[in-house]
């Protein structure tokens, strides 16, 4: 049986096909003509904002621009400095290096770093004691593309390296999000009815990644079930994910109740949620709170969360 990668498929492969982004897309598009024009290598790029929307397909349109291989790893698979020294050293010429998820690098990785974004070089220290010494290799030009879901965890040192800009991924309009699916729909050849891409829309959480996720759970819910790509089809493959008309998860229904049952609507910090949902921080931080608060269902407060009216209304 052949395998075909989806997700491979269905991401974009030029900046034409590569829907949103408007402001950032041109911002990029800019630099990296300027830098081919004066023969120079793109600086180096920061890419942030919540997961999903497109940083690792936009720093896969960089490398085609530029021309070079692109060379992707994450910042929790650099444990040590030899991890660094050995992917800095095979790179070559024109090269891009993507970091995802580059605010959990550790502080030593970090030092590492420094110099190679700063002069192109990597100071290596060999032997212990006093009688260690520092050699110093020079580095291909390469461009660092970095993304991260939490920017605020990056050092100020670590941002201040990215010369070649920071720029910020937004959730998607309704508009740009039935673009996305119609193109997915197409290279699928599912022949999706209005209503079906209405519905994946709003449950997709404004995030290619999510809608493009739901739409083949869709596909796989109609061919199964030998049905067509309509209206129905979408809510009942929903339904089979456990995903309600919003795009909320079991999770999220969980939280709002624990918020709007447990605790009176709140104000209820976000150590007790985390304990009461026996969820990780972080997750309720960075992938539940930010999709609640953009629909109006929470509130964080100096004093912590609160469910607002409409966010009772969705639970009740």
Known sequence: MEHIN???????????????????KRAINVHLEASQARGAQPEHMLLYGPPGLGKTTLSLLIAQTVGGNLKSTSGPALEKVGDVASLLTNLSAGDILFVDEIHRLNKMIEEVLYPALERGVLDIMIGKGPSARTVQLDLPPFTLVAATTRIALLSAPLRARFSGGV??????????????????????????????????????????????????????????????????????????????DR??????????????????????????????????????????????????????????????????????
Not at 15 to 22: F, K, L, S, T, V
Not at 257 to 268: C, D, I, Q, R, V
């Open 247 to 316: 795009g909320l998860g079991k999770i999220d229904r969980e939280y709002l109740k624990a918020l709007s049952e447990k605790f009176s609507g709140g104000p209820t910090g976000i150590k007790t949620l985390a304990a009461a949902l026996d969820e990780d921080e972080g997750t309720l931080e960075d992938v539940i709170e930010p999709y609640l608060m953009r629909l109006g269902f929470i509130e964080r407060t100096s004093r912590g969360r609160m469910i607002t009216d409409h966010g009772r209304e969705h639970v009740e």
């Open 167 to 244: 720029y910020r991924l937004d959730p998607y309009s309704d508009d740009e999000m039935v673009q996305i699916i119609q193109r997915s729909a197409d290279i699928l050849s599912m022949d999706l009815e209005s209503g079906a891409i209405t519905t994946i829309v709003r449950a997709a959480r404004a995030t290619p990644r999510t809608a493009n996720y739901l739409l083949k759970r869709v596909r796989d819910y109609a061919e199964v079930h030998k049905v067509g790509y309509t209206a129905d089809t979408a809510k009942l493959a929903l339904e089979m994910l456990g995903v309600d």
């Open 6 to 24: 989806l997700d491979s498929l269905l991401r974009p492969h030029s900046w034409d096909e590569y829907i949103g982004q408007r402001d950032t």
